[in-house]
């Protein structure tokens, strides 16, 4: 993937409007708009046959939450995650809680026994304790 966005950012470079900062542009070298990205993408679901729209779990809103989350659980810093994706860092943070699986991982199996306390001794050793102290 990165040999294939180095080619592009390449020949970008000789497009109209190269100073534009946006990664993908139009054919007349301005940033793609919504709807161009929404047709980009639907054009690709179908040809893969990925059901796409408000009711489907595919849409461009997924692929970018897909796409803060992966980049944040690889490690990326979150101020990085909120610029590429054009998030104040708060709107981002929401990348890095925990998922349904990570809290069910966190939990203890359900047939473990609670942790045992140890052994703290009858209340006259404690006191005992206390006053050589």
Do not use: C
């Amino acid at each position: 993937m990165r040999n294939s966005l180095d080619t592009w950012l390449t020949e970008r470079r000789t497009w109209p409007q190269a100073d534009e900062p946006a990664l993908f542009l139009s054919r007349r070298g301005q940033r793609l708009t919504v709807r161009a990205v929404h047709d980009i993408l639907t054009t690709i679901a179908d040809a893969a046959g990925i059901p796409i729209g408000r009711d489907a779990d595919f849409t461009p809103h997924v692929l970018r939450h897909t796409a803060g989350t992966t980049m944040t659980r690889a490690g990326t810093d979150i101020v990085t995650v909120a610029e590429l994706l054009g998030h104040s860092v708060e709107t981002a943070r929401r990348y890095s809680l925990p998922s349904r699986q990570d809290r069910q991982a966190a939990r203890p199996p359900s047939n473990a026994s609670p942790p045992t306390p140890e052994p703290q001794g009858d209340a006259h050793e404690q006191a005992q304790d206390l006053k050589i102290n």
